[in-house]
């Protein structure tokens, strides 16, 4: 397994003067790094290709920045979800600019959509016609896309590894994954293995934080279990850390995170590395105590 982080461990934003946490993950002893795009960030991506190939780090690109809400390949509006397609396929092609091996997040809609009614009956099968397109247009150009199913509080789409697949197969196109998140896992489902193993075909990775978004151990994951099943399942998973850097002035606030468990990035991948590693190598149960900060 790889393991990598997200940026807003350290930041809010990407600029060009955020190049360093290429060389910031290296140091830690990470293999991929996932930056945040949208509509507020200027992707130079020339210098970032270079950068993560002298380092051999993995890049990977997921719209968590400024995402217009009406780009959504979802949406009841025709023209919505044409500009959605449009979108999408601006960072994509800038992903494989940068030399990115996925573009990944909630793309089949929009995170903070969330229509309480009964689903028209060609909601599904107009995401899924607009996904298809999406990942056949990340094929030719050498980039994975890969969906995140995320909790009921933030999509009425896909909240489950079942779903997940249940797009897939409708949408129908060999360059289609899933990525699991751990955060969003834990209010939708019982079972972790299972939800491995729903996936395993499909899995390409998994976002870990802890249920309160804070360093994995000594929260409500089922740490053992969960990596047991994907070392037997999908061993190949790549596994970023994530949660919200809560140090920076209203940043973790403004994502709806109110308390302080990220208050340094660094500190927060050594101990996670640091038990997720322990556990992966553990003939026995995880530990119930969460990690210090080193």
């Avoid at 600029?15 to 949208?38: N, T, Y």
């Avoid at 992903?95 to 009956?121: E, F, K, L, M, N």
Wanted: net charge negative.
């Amino acid at each position: 397994m790889k393991f990598g982080a997200h940026i807003f461990l350290w930041t809010n934003h990407w600029s060009d003067a955020s190049l360093p946490l290429l060389d910031r993950a290296h140091s830690l002893g990470l293999s991929a790094l996932e930056i945040a795009v949208g509509d507020d960030v200027t992707l130079a991506t020339t210098p970032v290709r270079q950068r993560a190939q002298s380092l051999n780090l993995d890049l990977v690109l997921s719209p968590g920045s400024d995402w217009p809400m009406l780009a959504d390949i979802s949406d009841d509006n025709p023209a919505n979800r044409a500009f959605g397609l449009q979108w999408h396929q601006h960072w994509i092609d800038l992903a494989a600019d940068a030399g990115a091996i996925a573009y990944t997040g909630a793309i089949y809609g929009h995170p903070g959509q969330v229509r309480r009614r009964t689903p028209p009956p060609d909601e599904l099968p107009r995401t899924a016609e607009n996904l298809h397109h999406l990942a056949q247009y990340a094929s030719e150009r050498n980039v994975k896309l890969v969906i995140e199913p995320m909790s009921h509080f933030r999509t009425h789409l896909i909240n489950t590894p079942k779903q997940a697949m249940h797009l897939l197969n409708l949408a129908n196109h060999p360059n289609l994954q899933i990525l699991l998140d751990t955060y969003h896992l834990i209010t939708e489902i019982r079972d972790f293995p299972a939800a491995v193993q729903t996936t395993a075909p499909r899995l390409w990775g998994l976002h870990a934080c802890e249920n309160d978004r804070g360093v994995p151990g000594g929260g409500l994951v089922p740490w053992k279990l969960l990596l047991q099943s994907l070392q037997q399942s999908a061993p190949h998973s790549h596994i970023f850390l994530e949660s919200y850097n809560s140090s920076l002035p209203d940043f973790a606030v403004r994502r709806g995170m109110f308390h302080n468990v990220c208050p340094d990035g660094d500190a927060f991948v050594r101990s996670a590395l640091r038990f997720l590693q322990q556990t992966l190598h553990s003939p026995q149960p995880a530990s119930t105590t969460t990690p210090a900060p080193s």
